[in-house]
């Protein structure tokens, strides 16, 4: 069953003013540990693709953020909430302490796709409530 829609287009140029303004500490603050070497990895490479990086993980967790009917309030926070990917490329949410805890709780799936283009990232995640039967089963 559907719990939740979320999701979210964000401008890379608005992105990239926050970095140009705040450095890392942007970074920091929207990134988990994880996310943050990714982030260090690409914008060393390539600093524009550190940008889109930062922009789709922002993008993600606003609309993850909007799909479990939260927005940024506890337990949501962006630190909490990481986007990775599966070894297919597929997109996942790892969620840590209390949001993860909180997201247990309900036996809840989310489900996220990321895009960007030249200025904009976009994603878009379902959250579904599962059965506890194949939650358990981790079906």
């Known amino acids: 069953m559907i719990y939740g829609i979320g999701t979210d287009i964000c401008d890379v140029r608005r ?11 942007f970074a920091q603050r929207i990134l988990g ?7 260090r ?8 693709r550190g940008v889109r990086y930062l922009a789709t993980r922002f993008s993600a ?4 953020s909007k799909a479990i009917g939260l927005g940024m309030c506890m337990p949501m926070t962006w630190r909490l909430c990481e986007i990775d990917k599966l070894a297919s490329g597929q997109p996942t949410v790892l969620l840590h302490g209390a949001l993860r805890e909180w997201f247990e709780a309900r036996a809840l799936r989310a489900h996220i796709t990321v895009s960007d283009e030249t200025d904009y990232a976009a994603s878009f995640c379902v959250v579904e409530r599962v059965d ?3 939650f358990a089963s981790g079906r």
Do not use: C, N, V, Y
């Not at 992105?15 to 500490?25: K, P």
């Not at 540990?33 to 982030?39: D, L, Q």
């Not at 990895?41 to 524009?48: A, D, L, V």
């Not at 967790?61 to 993850?64: C, H, I, N």
């Open 33 to 39: 540990e994880t996310e943050i070497a990714t982030w």
């Open 61 to 64: 967790k606003e609309a993850f």
């Open 15 to 25: 992105i990239r003013a926050s970095l140009e303004r705040h450095g890392d500490r």
């Open 132 to 134: 506890l039967e194949s």
């Open 41 to 48: 990895t690409r914008s060393q490479r390539w600093p524009e």
